[in-house]
C-alpha cells in the first residue's frame, strides 16, 4: 500500500515509452507542395491592392480624427451611463457613505474628462 503511487507511476511511464517506441513515423514525414508564384507588374510607387495590416498607414487626417471623435463619443457616453448606475445604486438608501462619495467623485472626473476630450476633438474640425 506505501509504494502503490510509486508503482503505479513507474508502470505508466513505462507504459508511455512503450508506445512511443512502437508508433509508426507516418505523421513524421514531410510533404513539399509547390504552389504557382503570380507577379503582377510593378506600376509606380504603390501596390493597388488592400492589406489589412496596412490598412491604418493609408489613413488621411480627417479619417483619423473621425474615428478619434468616434471612440471618443462612445467614451462619453459610456462615462455618463456608469455614472448614472451608480447615482441610482448608491442613492437607493438615501445616504452616501465616504467610499461612495469617493467613487462619485471618480466618475465625475471620468466624465468631465472624456467630455473634455470630445470638446477638444470637436473645437478642431
Known amino acids: 500500500m506505501r509504494y502503490k503511487k510509486l508503482f ?3 508502470v505508466f511511464a513505462l ?10 513515423t507516418n505523421a513524421q514525414r514531410r510533404v ?3 504552389r504557382p508564384v503570380y507577379s503582377r507588374p510593378y506600376w509606380g510607387f504603390r501596390n493597388y491592392y488592400y492589406d489589412p495590416f496596412y490598412a491604418d ?3 488621411t487626417p ?16 459610456h ?3 456608469v455614472l448614472a448606475e451608480h447615482r441610482e445604486k ?6 452616501l457613505t465616504d467610499k461612495e462619495r469617493r467613487k ?3 466618475d465625475i472626473n471620468d466624465l468631465a474628462r472624456s467630455r473634455a476630450r470630445l470638446a477638444r476633438l470637436n473645437r478642431y474640425y
Do not use: I
Open 15 to 24: 507504459f508511455l515509452t512503450a508506445g512511443a517506441f512502437f508508433t509508426t
Open 90 to 95: 448608491y442613492g437607493r438608501d438615501g445616504f
Open 57 to 59: 498607414m493609408y489613413k
Open 32 to 34: 513539399v507542395v509547390y
Open 104 to 106: 462619485l467623485q471618480d
Open 8 to 10: 503505479l507511476t513507474l
Open 62 to 77: 480627417y479619417e483619423r480624427y473621425l474615428e478619434e471623435r468616434w471612440y471618443a463619443q462612445n467614451a462619453v457616453s
Open 79 to 81: 462615462d455618463q451611463k
